[in-house]
C-alpha cells in the first residue's frame, strides 16, 4: 500500500516556500506578495540561512540529512531567475541529500516555462514539475485573474516534454465563476489529451482576504451551482479512471507510479520541514509555522535567528485527529494496525460508535485493513474529516 512505503521509508520531506508573485489571482488565499519591488535576493539568501539554521539543530554526527522529497512552492517559485535559482538549489544540497528515488518537485506557471530554466532544473536534480493551468478557456482565465493563455499552456507542456521531464501534474480548477458543465468538460478534455501522468483536479474554495470572497459577499460572484459542482467532481472522477489516472487522493490523479510522493508524506504525517515565509512544518510530533509577512519574516534571519510565529507540540489526542482526518483524504483509507502501533490503543475504544454512525449514514465503508471513504463520503469528505475531532 502506499502509505505503507512512505511510513517504511521514514524519512523526512521539505517544502520551501517562494511568495513572489507576478499577479494575483482572484481565488488564491496562500501567503505571496507582488514580485514588483520585493527583496528577492535577500529572501532567497535568508531563505537558505533558514535551512542551515534549522537543519543546524537535528544535525546527527555533523552529517547532512537524508530527505524523500523536496517541494517548492508558492507563491510562483517560477518567477525567480535563474542565478536565484541556482543559490536557492546550492543551498538546498548543502542541507540535505535527496534519497536516489526521491521526488524534487517545484511549481510553475505556464507562462515562466523556457528551455533555460527548464535545463537548469535538469542540472540540479529536479525530476517533477507542477504546472498551474486551472483551465483552458481563455475567458474564465482572463475572469480568475491568470495571466497565461490556453495556447501559452499547451506551448508549455510541448516544451517540458522536449526537456525530457515525464513526472509532470496539472492543477485545474472546477466551480468557476460562469463556469458551464460544457465549459468545464471542454477543459477536462484537453487536459487530458496532453496525457500527463499525474493531475490534481480542484473544486473552487472561496477564502477569505480573496477578491473572490469579496465579491461572495457583494453577491457579485455567479457560481455554478451545487448540483453543477457534483457533476463536474463526477465527471473528473469517471474519466481520469477510465484514462489510467487512478483517484489515490480526494483531488489527485496518477498513474501508477506517479502519485505525489511530497502530499502523500503530508496525508501519513510523515515530519517535514517548512521553510520560507509563513510556512509551516511538523517535525517530532510538534507543529509550527513561520512569520508571514515578508519583512517579519527576514528580521530575525537578519540576526541568525529562526523566523518561528508559533510551534505546538500536538497532544496524544490531536495525533490521533489528525490520523484520521489527514489519512481519509486518501481512497485506499487509513490502516486500523498502524494507528494502534503508533498510539498503542485500538480504534474502537476510541472511534467505535463516530465509525458506527459514519457507516449507518453511508459515508465511509470498511476495508481488510480498516476505513475509507464511501462513494457518497467522497462528496462530503469534510463532514467526516469532522467527525473525528474529539469532544472535550
Known amino acids: 500500500m502506499l502509505s505503507q512505503i512512505i511510513q517504511s521509508q521514514n524519512k523526512r520531506a521539505v517544502y520551501i516556500h517562494i511568495p513572489f508573485c507576478e499577479h494575483i489571482c482572484y481565488y488564491c488565499d496562500f501567503n505571496k506578495v507582488y514580485l514588483e519591488g520585493q527583496p528577492v535576493d535577500e529572501y532567497v539568501d535568508l531563505l537558505v540561512r533558514e535551512m542551515e539554521l534549522k537543519t543546524a539543530q537535528d544535525r546527527v554526527n555533523h552529517q547532512k540529512e537524508t530527505v524523500q522529497s523536496i517541494y517548492i512552492g508558492g507563491g510562483t517559485p517560477s518567477v525567480l531567475t535563474l542565478g536565484q535559482f541556482e543559490r536557492l538549489f546550492k543551498g538546498i544540497y548543502d542541507c540535505f541529500n535527496l534519497q536516489p528515488d526521491g521526488e524534487f518537485t517545484i ?19 529536479v525530476n517533477r514539475l507542477s504546472v498551474g493551468v486551472q483551465s483552458f478557456d481563455d475567458d474564465l482565465l482572463k475572469r480568475i485573474g491568470r495571466t497565461h493563455s490556453k495556447s501559452v499552456a499547451i506551448d508549455a507542456f510541448h516544451q ?20 458551464s458543465i460544457e465549459q468545464y468538460q471542454a477543459s477536462l478534455d484537453t487536459a487530458l489529451s496532453i496525457d500527463l501522468p499525474h493531475y490534481s483536479v480542484y473544486s473552487l474554495i472561496l477564502e477569505r482576504k480573496t477578491v473572490f470572497y469579496n465579491l461572495m459577499r457583494l453577491g457579485k460572484l455567479p457560481l455554478p451551482s451545487e448540483d453543477t459542482e457534483v457533476e463536474m467532481f463526477a465527471r473528473t472522477m469517471q474519466q481520469m479512471e477510465a484514462n489510467g489516472r487512478h483517484h489515490y487522493e480526494i483531488s489527485n490523479y496518477g498513474k ?15 515530519d517535514y520541514y517548512g521553510f520560507g515565509a509563513g510556512a509551516h512544518g511538523l517535525i517530532n510530533n510538534v507543529r509550527y509555522q513561520n512569520l508571514g509577512p515578508i519583512q517579519h519574516y527576514l528580521n530575525p534571519l537578519r540576526n541568525h535567528e529562526l ?15 489528525e490520523f484520521f482526518f489527514l489519512g481519509l483524504r486518501k481512497m485506499e483509507g487509513v490502516n ?17 460508535e463516530t465509525i458506527d454512525h459514519l457507516k449507518h449514514i453511508e459515508l465511509i465503508e470498511s476495508t481488510a485493513q480498516g476505513i475509507k471513504l464511501s462513494p457518497q463520503g467522497v462528496y462530503l469528505g469534510n463532514d467526516v474529516f469532522q467527525a473525528f475531532l474529539l469532544e472535550d
Open 107 to 125: 511549481e510553475m506557471n505556464p507562462n515562466n516555462v523556457s528551455q533555460e530554466v527548464l535545463a537548469l532544473f535538469k542540472t540540479y536534480g
Open 160 to 179: 517540458i516534454e522536449r526537456a525530457g521531464f515525464d513526472n509532470v501534474s496539472m492543477d485545474l480548477i472546477f466551480r468557476l465563476p460562469h463556469q
Open 256 to 270: 501508477p507510479g506517479y502519485e505525489s510522493q511530497h502530499n502523500l508524506a503530508y496525508w501519513n504525517r510523515v
Open 307 to 321: 523566523p518561528i510565529l508559533e510551534q505546538n507540540e500536538l497532544t496524544s489526542r490531536q495525533q490521533m485527529e
Open 336 to 352: 486500523f494496525q498502524t494507528f494502534e502501533q503508533q498510539f498503542n490503543q485500538s480504534v474502537a475504544s476510541i472511534y467505535q
